[in-house]
């Protein structure tokens, strides 16, 4: 750790806030509670790059970097992987406010860069006022910029060996509400009723073949507006790349194969028609996740059927023309079946 003199002129170097200042703190006064002695601006010589705390813990190096501003998604993964080079295991923390059991986030370029997916997505955050660690988990799709989330504050008892190989994170389950199926209902018909003045490259595509049935943005399937559990990875709304992947090639095709729909949808990313948040743009796991998650839906309803694992096919297509009235109430059954398909799924 740097004494005080040492310290002083960092901070007048480095124009360190103090909130920065307040989260490594924190984090140094939680590893000493926990035996484990730690240094401020690590230099590292081998990678040229100081650590803002760096540890050891049973014969393995740890650094912790708080970010607390927005930092390029290619330099991001430069500083994670030059720390792995040199056997240092890097661990990327925010800061924010506990907001309660369920909240809404509004989700930055940062805290994008933030989410973690193993053992499950998550994030991690300091509370500097409350000081404590806060866990961000249970991430749900709800616009754009906005996904719920579920948070989990551990108790002083969380030790330092849960903390670093995530056993903490595997006790994470979904947050999967009937007060959330209420609020997702509530946008679902705002989006019916809605009147769009100005188009993005998806929604032109997705006008196009709602129009083949004589149909504008409002009549979008209500098969086609499902909160899937990865939805979150993109910015896109789900009635517009669901509507797409439904209407536009799965019910073109006798045979669905998952690997085809996902170099389609990566396709679609570059095209513009699907928007992808920015930690998520090289991980084509988690888009085969979401499509396949999209297609398992569709077979649950009978709209394919699977011939074995990643291939399924055609069984019959959806009545795309229907009125808003009926829409509505499709609406509804369809979020209750969802519910029911999930909990299903649980078991």
Same mark, same amino acid.
């Given at each position: 750790?740097?004494?005080?003199?040492?310290?002083? #002129?960092?901070?007048?170097?480095?124009?360190?806030?103090?909130?920065?200042?307040?989260?490594?703190?924190?984090?140094?006064?939680?590893?000493?509670?926990?035996?484990?002695?730690?240094?401020?601006?690590?230099?590292?010589?081998? &990678?040229?790059?100081?650590?803002?705390?760096?540890f050891q813990f049973k014969d393995q190096e740890y650094v912790i970097e708080i970010q607390l501003s927005f930092i390029n998604r290619k330099d991001f993964r430069m500083r994670y992987e030059d720390y792995l080079s040199v056997d240092i295991v890097p661990f990327?923390?925010?800061?924010?406010?506990?907001?309660?059991?369920?909240?809404?986030?509004?989700? @930055?370029?940062?805290?994008?860069?933030?989410?973690?997916?193993?053992?499950?997505?998550?994030?991690?955050?300091?509370?500097?006022?409350?000081?404590?660690?806060?866990?961000?988990?249970?991430? /749900?799709?709800?616009?754009?910029?906005?996904?719920?989330?579920?948070?989990?504050?551990? #108790?002083?008892?969380?030790?330092?060996?849960?903390?670093?190989?995530?056993?903490?994170?595997?006790?994470?389950?979904?947050?999967?509400? #009937?007060? /959330? &199926?209420?609020?997702?209902?509530?946008?679902?018909?705002?989006?019916?009723?809605?009147?769009?003045?100005?188009?993005?490259?998806?929604?032109?595509?997705?006008?196009?073949?709602?129009?083949?049935?004589?149909?504008?943005?409002?009549?979008?399937?209500?098969?086609?507006?499902?909160?899937?559990?990865?939805?979150?990875?993109?910015? @896109?709304?789900?009635?517009?790349?669901? @509507?797409?992947?439904?209407?536009?090639?799965?019910?073109?095709?006798?045979?669905?194969?998952?690997?085809?729909?996902?170099?389609?949808?990566?396709?679609?990313?570059?095209?513009?028609?699907?928007?992808?948040?920015?930690? /998520?743009?090289? #991980?084509?796991?988690?888009?085969?996740?979401?499509?396949?998650? /999209?297609?398992?839906?569709?077979?649950?309803?009978?709209?394919?059927?699977?011939?074995?694992?990643?291939?399924?096919?055609?069984?019959?297509?959806?009545?795309?023309?229907?009125?808003?009235?009926?829409?509505?109430?499709?609406?509804?059954?369809?979020?209750?079946?969802?519910?029911?398909?999930?909990?299903?799924?649980?078991?």
């Open positions: 750790m740097l004494c005080k003199e040492e310290q002083h #002129d960092y901070q007048k170097e480095s124009n360190e806030s103090a909130t920065h200042q307040s989260a490594k703190a924190f984090v140094v006064e939680w590893l000493a509670r926990k035996g484990v002695i730690s240094e401020t601006e690590k230099w590292i010589p081998v &990678i040229q790059r100081r650590a803002d705390i760096y990327w923390v925010g800061v924010d406010q506990v907001d309660g059991l369920n909240s809404d986030q509004k989700m @930055t370029l940062l805290d994008e860069l933030l989410i973690q997916m193993k053992p499950v997505p998550h994030a991690c955050y300091i509370d500097v006022e409350k000081g404590t660690w806060l866990f961000r988990h249970g991430y /749900f799709y709800l616009q754009n910029r906005t996904l719920t989330a579920c948070e989990y504050v551990p #108790d002083d008892e969380l030790s330092i060996g849960a903390f670093l190989n995530k056993s903490v994170i595997n006790q994470f389950t979904v947050c999967f509400s #009937d007060s /959330f &199926i209420r609020r997702w209902l509530s946008q679902t018909k705002r989006k019916r009723l809605q009147k769009t003045l100005s188009l993005n490259q998806g929604e032109r595509t997705v006008l196009g073949l709602l129009q083949e049935y004589g149909l504008n943005l409002n009549y979008f399937p209500a098969i086609c507006r499902v909160p899937l559990q990865q939805q979150y990875i993109l910015k @896109t709304p789900p009635e517009i790349w669901q @509507t797409w992947l439904l209407l536009a090639v799965i019910q073109r095709r006798d045979r669905i194969v998952i690997t085809d729909l996902c170099d389609l949808m990566s396709e679609a990313v570059g095209k513009g028609i699907i928007q992808i948040r920015s930690n /998520f743009m090289e #991980d084509r796991g988690r888009m085969r996740l979401l499509v396949t998650e /999209f297609v398992c839906w569709l077979h649950e309803l009978g709209v394919v059927g699977q011939e074995y694992p990643g291939v399924y096919q055609l069984e019959h297509s959806i009545t795309v023309k229907k009125n808003l009235e009926t829409l509505l109430q499709d609406d509804e059954l369809i979020s209750k079946r969802y519910l029911t398909y999930l909990e299903t799924r649980k078991k």
